[in-house]
């Protein structure tokens, strides 16, 4: 290769590294400091696309899998920095691959990030306790779920019982405002204004010890919930269970510090 055609390749290197540094300082987020992989399980080719796009941009090194078990054998073989998955995956599902992630001596510490749009309790509270670090709800903004991946993966060595709590960042797509009905147009603002529903069980403040109303035996704590209609009114609500008698489930608010059974 003459040295024009060296130096042409070497100014175009430079050039995608500085478009790249631009975007990233646009956007307000540095590139990891290391070289970070994410493997991305997610059946919707819409959406694995809009994630495959973002993570890119970030910086990071993108591996995708349509359903489970591509995605358990893809971490296997590819030793990923975080996995991305969605519960509803063909084959083996978000619930199956976490406890196969956990199992494996390879995988048993790599964080574990669900986004799924199956936002029922149970299910939160079972990827949870399958192994997942962390769980969003969708809709979520994709800024957050890379935010999110990139605390888990920055965090000191997030194993199965660590949770990554994701930022309090707004929810819903961007809609013009201006060209809907006044209903329509409050009802997108609340939208928008309504923090990521998220769950955990590695909540911030304490579980309180609760005894069962209707037998007296002592409430297991479950899983924490995280919602709210603003960044500033976040609501916290907790899951316990009556594991000496009725077996009861119960949900505690902390807004009211009343029990109610689910």
Not at 76 to 85: F, K, Q, T
Not at 146 to 151: E, I, L
Not at 162 to 179: D, E, I, K, Q, R
Request: hydrophobic residues 40%; positive net charge; contains cysteine.
């Amino acid at each position: 290769m003459c040295c024009r055609s060296l130096c042409a390749v070497c100014t175009g290197a430079w050039s995608t590294i500085l478009l790249r540094a631009r975007h990233w300082y646009r956007k307000g987020h540095m590139p990891p400091a290391f070289p970070a992989t994410v493997l991305l399980a997610e059946p919707d080719a819409d959406t694995r696309s809009m994630y495959r796009t973002a993570f890119a941009q970030a910086g990071w090194e993108c591996i995708e899998a349509v359903d489970g078990r591509d995605a358990l054998v893809c971490a296997l073989m590819h030793r990923p920095s975080v996995g991305v998955a969605e519960l509803r995956l063909p084959l083996i599902d978000g619930l199956a691959l976490c406890r196969e992630l956990r199992a494996d001596p390879q995988t048993a510490r790599l964080p574990i990030l669900i986004v799924t749009s199956d936002s029922t309790p149970d299910r939160v509270a079972d990827a949870l306790r399958s192994g997942a670090n962390a769980v969003l709800i969708k809709p979520v903004p994709i800024e957050t779920i890379v935010q999110t991946a990139r605390d888990m993966v920055e965090g000191s060595s997030p194993g199965p019982a660590s949770t990554v709590m994701p930022p309090t960042t707004a929810v819903g797509s961007a809609v013009a405002v201006g060209a809907q009905q006044p209903g329509k147009a409050r009802a997108a603002a609340r939208r928008r204004d309504a923090i990521v529903r998220f769950a955990t069980t590695a909540p911030i403040e304490r579980p309180p010890t609760l005894t069962c109303p209707e037998c007296d035996g002592a409430l297991v704590y479950q899983v924490t919930h995280y919602g709210g209609i603003n960044p500033t009114a976040v609501e916290r609500w907790d899951e316990f269970a009556c594991e000496s008698g009725c077996g009861a489930r119960f949900e505690y608010r902390f807004r009211t510090r009343r029990l109610r059974r689910m």
